[in-house]
T-cell receptor, first 115, second 108 residues
Framework: SAVISQKPSRDICQRGTSLTIQCQVD?????MFWYRQQPGQSLTLIAT?????????ESGFVIDKFPISRPNLTFSTLTVSNMSPEDSSIYLC????????????FGPGTRLTVT | RKEVEQDPGPFNVPEGATVAFNCTYS??????FFWYRQDCRKEPKLLMS???SGNEDGRFTAQLNRASQYISLLIRDSKLSDSATYLC?????????FGQGTELSVKP
Protein backbone atom coordinates (compact mmCIF):
# COMPACT_ATOMS: atom_id res chain seq x y z
CA SER A 1 0.00 0.00 0.00
CA ALA A 2 1.03 3.62 -0.52
CA VAL A 3 2.77 5.58 2.22
CA ILE A 4 0.74 8.66 3.09
CA SER A 5 1.86 11.58 5.23
CA GLN A 6 -0.08 14.57 6.48
CA LYS A 7 0.96 17.93 7.84
CA PRO A 8 0.37 19.22 10.41
CA SER A 9 -0.35 16.25 12.65
CA ARG A 10 -2.30 18.49 15.00
CA ASP A 11 -3.06 22.16 15.51
CA ILE A 12 -5.00 24.45 17.80
CA CYS A 13 -6.52 27.39 15.97
CA GLN A 14 -8.64 30.39 16.82
CA ARG A 15 -12.12 30.75 15.44
CA GLY A 16 -12.34 32.77 12.26
CA THR A 17 -8.93 31.67 10.99
CA SER A 18 -8.12 29.11 8.29
CA LEU A 19 -5.87 26.07 8.28
CA THR A 20 -4.41 24.26 5.28
CA ILE A 21 -3.70 20.56 5.66
CA GLN A 22 -1.26 18.85 3.33
CA CYS A 23 -1.37 15.26 2.15
CA GLN A 24 1.61 13.66 0.41
CA VAL A 25 1.67 10.18 -1.15
CA ASP A 26 4.81 8.29 -2.11
CA UNK A 27 3.37 7.14 -5.45
CA UNK A 28 1.14 8.59 -8.12
CA UNK A 29 -2.56 8.06 -7.51
CA UNK A 30 -5.55 9.07 -9.56
CA UNK A 31 -7.97 9.86 -6.77
CA MET A 32 -7.42 11.24 -3.32
CA PHE A 33 -10.13 11.62 -0.72
CA TRP A 34 -10.63 13.87 2.28
CA TYR A 35 -12.59 12.70 5.32
CA ARG A 36 -13.65 14.22 8.60
CA GLN A 37 -14.02 12.33 11.86
CA GLN A 38 -15.78 14.36 14.51
CA PRO A 39 -15.27 13.44 18.18
CA GLY A 40 -16.87 10.10 18.96
CA GLN A 41 -18.10 9.70 15.40
CA SER A 42 -17.13 7.65 12.39
CA LEU A 43 -15.64 8.97 9.17
CA THR A 44 -17.56 11.15 6.73
CA LEU A 45 -16.34 11.87 3.23
CA ILE A 46 -15.86 15.57 2.54
CA ALA A 47 -14.75 15.45 -1.09
CA THR A 48 -12.86 13.59 -3.76
CA UNK A 49 -9.81 15.41 -5.11
CA UNK A 50 -9.15 14.84 -8.79
CA UNK A 51 -5.96 15.96 -10.48
CA UNK A 52 -6.62 18.52 -13.16
CA UNK A 53 -10.23 19.21 -12.24
CA UNK A 54 -12.29 20.62 -9.41
CA UNK A 55 -12.92 18.50 -6.36
CA UNK A 56 -16.25 16.73 -6.03
CA UNK A 57 -17.96 17.59 -2.75
CA GLU A 58 -20.41 15.49 -0.78
CA SER A 59 -23.74 16.75 0.43
CA GLY A 60 -23.27 19.16 3.30
CA PHE A 61 -19.77 20.26 2.28
CA VAL A 62 -19.03 23.27 0.08
CA ILE A 63 -15.97 24.57 -1.70
CA ASP A 64 -16.02 27.94 0.06
CA LYS A 65 -15.66 26.25 3.43
CA PHE A 66 -13.33 23.40 2.38
CA PRO A 67 -11.32 24.46 -0.68
CA ILE A 68 -9.17 21.66 -2.05
CA SER A 69 -6.15 21.73 -4.32
CA ARG A 70 -4.70 18.82 -6.29
CA PRO A 71 -1.73 20.17 -8.23
CA ASN A 72 -0.25 16.77 -9.11
CA LEU A 73 -0.75 13.04 -8.67
CA THR A 74 1.05 12.80 -5.32
CA PHE A 75 -0.17 15.82 -3.38
CA SER A 76 -3.35 17.50 -2.20
CA THR A 77 -4.35 20.15 0.29
CA LEU A 78 -7.56 20.74 2.22
CA THR A 79 -8.23 24.14 3.74
CA VAL A 80 -10.69 24.57 6.59
CA SER A 81 -11.85 28.16 6.25
CA ASN A 82 -13.30 30.60 8.75
CA MET A 83 -13.14 27.99 11.45
CA SER A 84 -15.57 27.57 14.31
CA PRO A 85 -15.42 25.17 17.27
CA GLU A 86 -17.73 22.83 15.33
CA ASP A 87 -14.85 22.24 12.90
CA SER A 88 -12.83 20.56 15.64
CA SER A 89 -12.25 17.12 14.17
CA ILE A 90 -9.67 14.78 12.76
CA TYR A 91 -9.17 15.32 9.05
CA LEU A 92 -7.82 12.39 7.06
CA CYS A 93 -6.77 11.94 3.48
CA UNK A 94 -6.90 8.61 1.72
CA UNK A 95 -6.00 6.98 -1.58
CA UNK A 96 -7.26 3.93 -3.39
CA UNK A 97 -5.19 0.79 -3.44
CA UNK A 98 -4.54 -1.43 -6.41
CA UNK A 99 -6.64 -4.35 -5.24
CA UNK A 100 -9.67 -5.51 -7.20
CA UNK A 101 -11.95 -4.08 -4.50
CA UNK A 102 -10.23 -0.67 -4.70
CA UNK A 103 -9.79 -0.47 -0.96
CA UNK A 104 -8.61 2.81 0.56
CA UNK A 105 -5.60 3.56 2.71
CA PHE A 106 -5.52 6.47 5.11
CA GLY A 107 -3.00 9.03 6.17
CA PRO A 108 -2.31 9.49 9.89
CA GLY A 109 -4.78 12.35 10.16
CA THR A 110 -4.65 15.96 11.33
CA ARG A 111 -6.21 16.62 14.72
CA LEU A 112 -7.72 20.10 14.68
CA THR A 113 -8.99 21.94 17.73
CA VAL A 114 -10.72 25.28 17.24
CA THR A 115 -11.01 27.54 20.29
CA ARG B 1 -32.10 4.68 8.65
CA LYS B 2 -28.30 4.81 8.57
CA GLU B 3 -26.64 3.49 5.43
CA VAL B 4 -24.40 1.18 7.45
CA GLU B 5 -25.41 -0.05 10.89
CA GLN B 6 -23.31 -1.98 13.34
CA ASP B 7 -23.72 -3.56 16.75
CA PRO B 8 -23.29 -0.66 19.16
CA GLY B 9 -20.88 -2.41 21.54
CA PRO B 10 -18.71 -2.10 23.48
CA PHE B 11 -17.77 -5.77 23.57
CA ASN B 12 -15.75 -6.74 26.62
CA VAL B 13 -14.31 -10.24 26.25
CA PRO B 14 -11.59 -12.31 27.92
CA GLU B 15 -8.47 -13.36 26.09
CA GLY B 16 -9.06 -16.44 23.99
CA ALA B 17 -12.74 -15.74 23.45
CA THR B 18 -14.48 -15.79 20.09
CA VAL B 19 -16.36 -12.62 19.24
CA ALA B 20 -18.62 -11.78 16.30
CA PHE B 21 -19.54 -8.40 14.88
CA ASN B 22 -22.54 -7.83 12.66
CA CYS B 23 -23.28 -5.11 10.16
CA THR B 24 -26.18 -4.33 7.84
CA TYR B 25 -26.25 -1.96 4.89
CA SER B 26 -29.10 -0.31 3.05
CA UNK B 27 -27.77 0.25 -0.48
CA UNK B 28 -28.34 -2.93 -2.46
CA UNK B 29 -26.10 -1.58 -5.23
CA UNK B 30 -23.04 -1.80 -2.98
CA UNK B 31 -20.25 -3.70 -4.66
CA UNK B 32 -17.37 -3.78 -2.23
CA PHE B 33 -17.23 -4.39 1.49
CA PHE B 34 -14.51 -4.05 4.08
CA TRP B 35 -13.66 -4.29 7.72
CA TYR B 36 -11.30 -1.64 9.04
CA ARG B 37 -9.68 -1.47 12.43
CA GLN B 38 -9.15 1.85 14.22
CA ASP B 39 -7.00 2.14 17.31
CA CYS B 40 -7.52 5.04 19.66
CA ARG B 41 -6.31 8.32 18.13
CA LYS B 42 -5.06 6.55 15.01
CA GLU B 43 -6.21 6.32 11.43
CA PRO B 44 -8.36 3.40 10.22
CA LYS B 45 -6.37 0.49 8.86
CA LEU B 46 -7.74 -2.07 6.43
CA LEU B 47 -8.30 -5.37 8.20
CA MET B 48 -9.77 -7.28 5.30
CA SER B 49 -11.93 -6.98 2.24
CA UNK B 50 -15.09 -9.09 2.32
CA UNK B 51 -15.87 -11.34 -0.62
CA UNK B 52 -19.15 -12.97 -1.56
CA SER B 53 -17.75 -16.43 -0.89
CA GLY B 54 -16.51 -15.41 2.52
CA ASN B 55 -12.85 -15.16 3.39
CA GLU B 56 -10.51 -15.96 6.21
CA ASP B 57 -7.24 -14.41 7.32
CA GLY B 58 -5.73 -16.21 10.26
CA ARG B 59 -8.03 -15.73 13.23
CA PHE B 60 -10.35 -13.45 11.31
CA THR B 61 -13.27 -14.61 9.16
CA ALA B 62 -15.52 -12.29 7.19
CA GLN B 63 -18.80 -13.22 5.56
CA LEU B 64 -21.20 -11.44 3.25
CA ASN B 65 -24.87 -12.16 2.65
CA ARG B 66 -26.01 -10.00 -0.24
CA ALA B 67 -29.61 -11.16 -0.07
CA SER B 68 -29.89 -10.02 3.55
CA GLN B 69 -27.46 -7.11 3.08
CA TYR B 70 -25.51 -8.37 6.03
CA ILE B 71 -21.78 -8.54 6.78
CA SER B 72 -20.07 -10.24 9.68
CA LEU B 73 -16.62 -10.47 11.21
CA LEU B 74 -15.59 -13.32 13.49
CA ILE B 75 -12.48 -13.10 15.62
CA ARG B 76 -11.27 -16.34 17.16
CA ASP B 77 -8.84 -16.72 20.06
CA SER B 78 -8.97 -13.00 20.91
CA LYS B 79 -5.71 -11.31 21.85
CA LEU B 80 -5.17 -8.23 23.99
CA SER B 81 -3.86 -6.54 20.85
CA ASP B 82 -7.24 -7.01 19.15
CA SER B 83 -8.66 -4.26 21.36
CA ALA B 84 -9.77 -1.53 18.96
CA THR B 85 -12.82 -0.17 17.17
CA TYR B 86 -13.93 -2.24 14.18
CA LEU B 87 -15.52 -0.33 11.33
CA CYS B 88 -17.83 -1.92 8.79
CA UNK B 89 -17.39 -0.15 5.46
CA UNK B 90 -19.47 -0.39 2.30
CA UNK B 91 -18.65 0.96 -1.13
CA UNK B 92 -21.64 1.75 -3.35
CA UNK B 93 -19.91 3.35 -6.29
CA UNK B 94 -16.70 5.25 -5.73
CA UNK B 95 -16.91 6.34 -2.11
CA UNK B 96 -16.70 4.55 1.22
CA UNK B 97 -19.59 4.62 3.68
CA PHE B 98 -18.52 3.91 7.26
CA GLY B 99 -20.53 2.38 10.05
CA GLN B 100 -20.30 3.89 13.51
CA GLY B 101 -17.90 1.21 14.62
CA THR B 102 -17.97 -1.40 17.35
CA GLU B 103 -15.52 -1.12 20.21
CA LEU B 104 -13.81 -4.29 21.34
CA SER B 105 -11.95 -4.58 24.60
CA VAL B 106 -10.08 -7.82 25.25
CA LYS B 107 -9.18 -8.33 28.90
CA PRO B 108 -6.52 -10.61 30.42
Amino acid sequence: SAVISQKPSRDICQRGTSLTIQCQVDSQVTMMFWYRQQPGQSLTLIATANQGSEATYESGFVIDKFPISRPNLTFSTLTVSNMSPEDSSIYLCSVEGQGVTREQYFGPGTRLTVT
Amino acid sequence: RKEVEQDPGPFNVPEGATVAFNCTYSNSASQSFFWYRQDCRKEPKLLMSVYSSGNEDGRFTAQLNRASQYISLLIRDSKLSDSATYLCVVKPGGKLIFGQGTELSVKP
